[in-house]
Structure formats: structure tokens, C-alpha cells
């Protein structure tokens, strides 16, 4: 079985700084690997995958993420925080025929 | 090309009432979902279709029923409802066939339900 876990539930950040949210995984196959942003009372909104391929992707909104094997990891960043951000960020890693879903960091962003 | 769209965006129910919750997408989609978002928990899969005739369950699917009306439609229903059901619900599609692996999901704008 397939599953996430994300390091902190909630990041603060000032605006400029770095932004970095931990997700490690577990999968017993190749994983593909998936984060997600949720703007308040939106919809989920992909940011970015890994499925096969280059380690370093790259998404929407300046973020990017990499697929580290041998720490089981995918994390995310983004090297200046904007107001905009602010948001909850969701790891996600593909099974068979479903999403397994973290539990969500929410991001705030400090002027 | 609207995406996944779902109907109520809100509703207010009372314990013991019946809804039936509509999503569709015009992707052309074969898999769909249903989820529930409750605080600290992330995303919970209700039920899924990987096909247009199929529906199986997922992680916590007692209290729901689906129906799979088309290839474009995924309705989610509760029968008798419970407080335990207040949580905002969530309907998404995706383009591949799930013994391929699932691919990105695209997510409808979600329905908020209350359960009094």
C-alpha cells in the first residue's frame, strides 16, 4: 500500500524567503508523485508531478520539487515567497487506481 | 470546457435526510472519485469508478452510494444522513485507466455539507 506523511502542519514565512514542505513516501512499486495547492474554500489544484524520468520538476507558480529515491522523499520548494502562497499544500502518491493524500501543511506568509 | 463541475456548492441537512450529490467533467475522462475533506486528515477516497460501469469502494464508503450515470456523471448519495457526515466532499476525474497507474486528478470546486 501507498502512503504519505508531510512533516508540519503549518509553515510560516516571510514574504521573499524560502519556502520548503517535507513529504516523504512509502510505495511498494515505482511511485508517481504528486503536489497539490488548495486556496481557501477552492478546489485542489495540481502543482507539479514526478512520474518518471527527471528528478527536479518543475511546476506552476515558481515551485519545484525532487524526487529523491534513497530518502523516500519529495519535497517542496519554492525559493521566494510571494503573499499569494499562502495556501494548503497537499503530497499526494499514485496506487493502482487512487491518489493516497498527506494530511495537508498549511502555508502562511508574513509581509 | 468547464473541467469537474459539482452541484450544490452548499446544503444544510437534517440527521436522517437523503441528498444525492452531482459531479461531471467534459474531459473525457474514464476514472472518477469521490473524497471528503475533513480538518487534519487530508483527502479520504469514498468510492471510485475506474470506468464507465464500474464503482468500487474506497477508504471509508459506509453511509454512501454512487452511481456512475455515464461516462460524464458521478453522482454520490447519502440515504439516511448523519452529523458524522458534515465535511466538504470532493469529486475529481482522471484521463487514465487505473491498471495503468493513476495519472494527475483533476478536482471539481467541492460541495460543503453540514449535517445538523
Known amino acids: 500500500a501507498q502512503s504519505v506523511t508531510q512533516l508540519g502542519s503549518h509553515v510560516s514565512v516571510s514574504e521573499g524567503a524560502l519556502v520548503l514542505l517535507r513529504c516523504n513516501y512509502s510505495?511498494?512499486?515505482?511511485?508517481?508523485l504528486f503536489w497539490y495547492v488548495q486556496y481557501p474554500n477552492q478546489g485542489l489544484q495540481l502543482l507539479l508531478k514526478?512520474?518518471?524520468?527527471?528528478?527536479l520538476v518543475k511546476g506552476i507558480n515558481g515551485f519545484e520539487a525532487e524526487f529523491k529515491k534513497s530518502e523516500t522523499s519529495f519535497h517542496l520548494t519554492k525559493p521566494s515567497a510571494h503573499m499569494s502562497d499562502a495556501a494548503e499544500y497537499f503530497c499526494?502518491?499514485?496506487?493502482?487506481?487512487?491518489?493516497?493524500f498527506g494530511a495537508g501543511t498549511t502555508v502562511t506568509v508574513r509581509a | 470546457n468547464a473541467g469537474v463541475t459539482q452541484t450544490p456548492k452548499f446544503q444544510v441537512l437534517k440527521t436522517g435526510q437523503s441528498m444525492t450529490l452531482q459531479c461531471a467533467q467534459d474531459?473525457?475522462?474514464?476514472?472518477m472519485y469521490w473524497y471528503r475533506q475533513d480538518p487534519g486528515m487530508g483527502l479520504r477516497l469514498i468510492y471510485y469508478?475506474?470506468?464507465?460501469?464500474?464503482?468500487d469502494k474506497g477508504e471509508v464508503p459506509n453511509g454512501y452510494n454512487v452511481s456512475r450515470l455515464n461516462k460524464r456523471e458521478f453522482s454520490l448519495r447519502l440515504e439516511s444522513a448523519a452529523p458524522s457526515q458534515t465535511s466538504v466532499y470532493f469529486c475529481?476525474?482522471?484521463?487514465?485507466?487505473?491498471?495503468?497507474?493513476?495519472?494527475?486528478?483533476?478536482f471539481g470546486p467541492g460541495t460543503r455539507l453540514t449535517v445538523t
Open positions: 469508478s475506474a470506468s464507465e460501469g464500474t464503482t
Open positions: 510505495s511498494s512499486v515505482p511511485p508517481y
Open positions: 499526494a502518491v499514485s496506487g493502482e487506481y487512487k491518489l493516497s
Open positions: 514526478y512520474t518518471t524520468g527527471a528528478t
Open positions: 474531459m473525457n475522462h474514464n476514472s
Open positions: 475529481a476525474s482522471s484521463g487514465t485507466k487505473f491498471y495503468q497507474g493513476s495519472y494527475e486528478q483533476y
